[in-house]
């Protein structure tokens, strides 16, 4: 009889002892017949049978392939320079435009990807996996012998993912020589730091992917007369076999002495940083 009211029902078999259970899921379901009646009906089975509930997926990986455990760990080695800045016709004014985009962009996304985050982690889902990159980091800015910059550091980046966008925030630290007569009148070394978000947006879902990322630094130096160190960055990153990574990265960087320009107004402060990396993921 049970079969014949609810033709399209998809039913599994329940014991006595499952009753109570039963009664329950049935009455948030909209059912307000007990149970015990339902099976009372069916005079031909000793058996009852109900409804199998839906169960609703506790994480947002949207069926990606991303298990919600994963985790990745990298190990990288980043090495960039302003090499092709006093190339012939090479147009060094755009660098402030260009940090301004992607420091902007870097930011307001970071931010709503962060609040989506905190919602989801309040209604129960529980985010992709989350993953590690430790890099050993070189930057050096160079105009002549007597005239450079060079940041050598260590870079942790973590992070959580979001389908296939991986959320992070990155820390640098290190060692700072700077000798640059037109914004200082005398060499520092030292001390530097640098904190900032990281976004990066996976191409597969394969365990080494490519992606394409996007992150603005900011930071300073142990000496009072400096004032902002910041780099905004565009990279791709290639994942090759099964564990090794090659990338490529450009964007600009922003050495302010004692934070008295406006972001825009003194362009000698700004030069394009062109990177290359390498490394493993684990």
Same mark, same amino acid.
């Given at each position: 009889?049970?079969?014949?009211?609810?033709?399209?029902?998809?039913?599994?078999?329940?014991?006595?002892?499952?009753?109570?259970?039963?009664?329950?899921?049935?009455?948030?379901?909209?059912?307000?017949?007990?149970?015990?009646?339902?099976?009372?009906?069916?005079?031909?089975?000793?058996?009852?049978?109900?409804?199998?509930?839906?169960?609703?997926?506790?994480?947002?990986?949207?069926?990606?392939?991303?298990?919600?455990?994963?985790?990745?760990?990298?190990?990288?080695?980043?090495?960039?320079?302003?090499?092709?800045?006093?190339?012939?016709?090479?147009?060094?004014?755009?660098?402030?435009?260009?940090?301004?985009?992607?420091?902007?962009?870097?930011?307001?996304?970071?931010?709503?990807?962060?609040?989506?985050?905190?919602?989801?982690?309040?209604?129960?889902?529980?985010?992709?996996?989350?993953?590690?990159?430790?890099?050993?980091?070189?930057?050096?800015?160079?105009?002549?012998?007597?005239?450079?910059?060079?940041?050598?550091?260590?870079?942790?980046?973590?992070?959580?993912?979001?389908?296939?966008? !991986? /959320?992070?925030?990155? #820390?640098?630290?290190?060692?700072?020589? @700077? +000798?640059?007569?037109?914004?200082? %009148?005398?060499? *520092?070394?030292?001390?530097?730091?640098?904190?900032?978000?990281?976004?990066?947006?996976?191409?597969?879902?394969?365990?080494?992917?490519?992606?394409?990322?996007?992150?603005?630094?900011?930071?300073?130096?142990?000496? !009072? /007369?400096?004032?902002? #160190?910041?780099?905004?960055?565009?990279? @791709? +990153?290639?994942?090759?076999?099964? %564990?090794?990574? *090659?990338?490529?990265?450009?964007?600009?960087?922003?050495?302010?002495?004692?934070?008295?320009?406006?972001?825009?107004?003194?362009?000698?402060?700004?030069?394009?940083?062109?990177?290359?990396?390498?490394?493993?993921?684990?």
């Amino acid at each position: 009889m049970l079969y014949q009211r609810y033709p399209d029902a998809h039913v599994i078999q329940v014991s006595q002892e499952d009753y109570p259970r039963l009664a329950e899921q049935l009455r948030s379901r909209g059912y307000s017949q007990n149970p015990t009646a339902l099976a009372l009906n069916d005079a031909a089975s000793s058996k009852t049978y109900y409804q199998q509930p839906d169960t609703q997926k506790n994480h947002d990986c949207d069926n990606q392939g991303i298990s919600s455990d994963e985790e990745s760990f990298n190990i990288m080695l980043d090495i960039s320079s302003d090499v092709l800045r006093n190339t012939p016709g090479n147009n060094h004014d755009n660098a402030p435009i260009l940090f301004v985009i992607v420091g902007t962009i870097v930011v307001i996304v970071w931010v709503l990807y962060v609040f989506k985050y905190m919602f989801d982690v309040a209604t129960g889902f529980r985010p992709c996996g989350y993953w590690n990159e430790f890099s050993l980091t070189s930057s050096r800015i160079t105009r002549t012998i007597n005239q450079y910059a060079e940041f050598d550091g260590l870079t942790y980046m973590t992070g959580f993912r979001d389908g296939l966008t !991986d /959320v992070g925030i990155s #820390i640098e630290l290190g060692h700072a020589d @700077l +000798q640059l007569p037109q914004l200082l %009148s005398q060499r *520092l070394q030292g001390r530097y730091w640098l904190l900032g978000p990281v976004l990066r947006w996976r191409f597969t879902t394969s365990t080494n992917p490519s992606y394409f990322s996007m992150n603005f630094l900011a930071g300073s130096t142990e000496h !009072d /007369v400096m004032g902002t #160190i910041a780099q905004a960055n565009l990279g @791709l +990153q290639f994942g090759l076999g099964a %564990s090794a990574h *090659l990338g490529l990265s450009w964007g600009a960087m922003k050495i302010d002495i004692n934070d008295h320009q406006g972001i825009l107004q003194d362009r000698d402060e700004y030069y394009y940083l062109y990177g290359i990396n390498f490394g493993f993921g684990f």
